[in-house]
């Protein structure tokens, strides 16, 4: 059996070790083999690791990594979501299903594209597919600060929104949200009152809601918004995307009747696998061009171990790179 080097997660407890690990055989005509080049390190490949993510099968050991640039056989340079939950990307080698990767543009950075495509394409796929926006609408962006967060203001503004608001915690993130879109910006504090009252008076008249939040926040959110609207016949469309502020909300059956809240989510199951793929294209000609893009972190694989215990400076990605 050849083997390769790998991040391995041995237990659901433990960060995954740089240990060699048996290179996968492809089992079908749509698969091939890939040399790594990078993939990122996202939030949803740390519940992957962890077992937590609602794709999990328990089953170990696990190469974990949801996506990531890889070489062809031939050549080409190609953008790639994982095969298999089991054998993920971070790997010296990866398997590739052909109908789920796209070849990259010359010139495009590996890094740049392991790093943004996971974070930009939830709110892409989002505003261009479960809700198509139209130019000059408004949006809240729940959870700004985090990347994903700020790309959906990025990509909020590139696909015509006329007003974006961006709401999170932290002060100097909220601030910087300016410089990619943002128009206004609202603080969720510790003081709950406050903040439904910021809420309301920012954003009770914007058309959709991306949220990467849920939880409490978003719990208090729709009340604020939904009792502040002036028209509540008025769809306001809210699309749930991240659960980084809690797994459930407690939603009283009386914002479903007295507005007209249309909730729904955007995610793998909720999206099939072609409509992601039709949309690479367009969001990779956007991180080319660098009207959307994270920065990226290129760290060694081999430092995995160390690596998963820490965080990314906001505004930035860690990128694994075997
Ligand atoms: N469905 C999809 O397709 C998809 C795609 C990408 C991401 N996601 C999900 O979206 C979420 C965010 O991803 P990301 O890439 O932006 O992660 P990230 O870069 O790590 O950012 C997470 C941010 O969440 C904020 N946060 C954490 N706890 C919070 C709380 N209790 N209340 C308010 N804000 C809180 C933090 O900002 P502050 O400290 O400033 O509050 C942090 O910067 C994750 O749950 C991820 O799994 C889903």
Do not use: C
Not at 93 to 99: M, N, W
Not at 137 to 151: D, E, F, H, R
């Amino acid at each position: 059996m050849t083997k390769m080097n790998a991040a391995v997660v041995t237990s659901f407890d433990e960060p995954p070790h740089y240990q060699q690990f048996e290179v996968p055989e492809p089992t079908s005509d749509d698969q091939l083999l890939v040399d790594v080049l990078a993939a990122g390190l996202h939030p949803r490949v740390r519940s992957g690791a962890g077992g937590t993510h609602y794709t999990s099968t328990g089953e170990l050991p696990m190469i974990p990594g949801i996506d990531g640039v890889g070489r062809r056989p031939d050549g080409k340079r190609i953008y790639f979501v994982a095969a298999d939950h089991v054998l993920g990307t971070m790997a010296e080698k990866a398997l590739v299903d052909q109908h789920r990767s796209v070849e990259l543009p010359e010139d495009i950075d590996a890094a740049a594209v392991a790093a943004t495509m996971n974070p930009a394409m939830s709110s892409w796929v989002a505003l261009r597919r479960r809700v198509r926006i139209e130019p000059g609408q408004s949006v809240l962006v729940l959870g700004a600060t985090g990347n994903a967060g700020t790309m959906a203001v990025q990509v909020a503004k590139r696909l015509g929104a006329g007003h974006v608001v961006g709401a999170g915690r932290d002060a100097d993130r909220l601030d910087a949200l300016r410089s990619f879109g943002a128009d206004e910006i609202v603080q969720l504090t510790a003081d709950p009152v406050a903040t439904d009252h910021a809420l309301a008076a920012a954003a009770a008249e914007v058309d959709i809601v991306i949220d990467y939040l849920w939880g409490e926040p978003t719990q208090r959110a729709i009340v604020a918004l939904l009792s502040t609207r002036a028209d509540r016949s008025r769809a306001l469309d809210w699309i749930q995307i991240g659960a980084i502020a809690g797994p459930t909300i407690e939603l009283p059956s009386v914002a479903l009747r007295s507005a007209n809240l249309r909730l729904q989510g955007n995610g793998q199951g909720a999206v099939s696998g072609r409509v992601y793929l039709e949309e690479l294209p367009s969001l990779l000609d956007e991180v080319k061009a660098g009207t959307i893009v994270l920065a990226p972190r290129p760290r060694p694989l081999a430092e995995v171990e160390t690596i998963w215990a820490g965080t990314d400076t906001p505004g930035e990605r860690t990128v694994l790179v075997p």
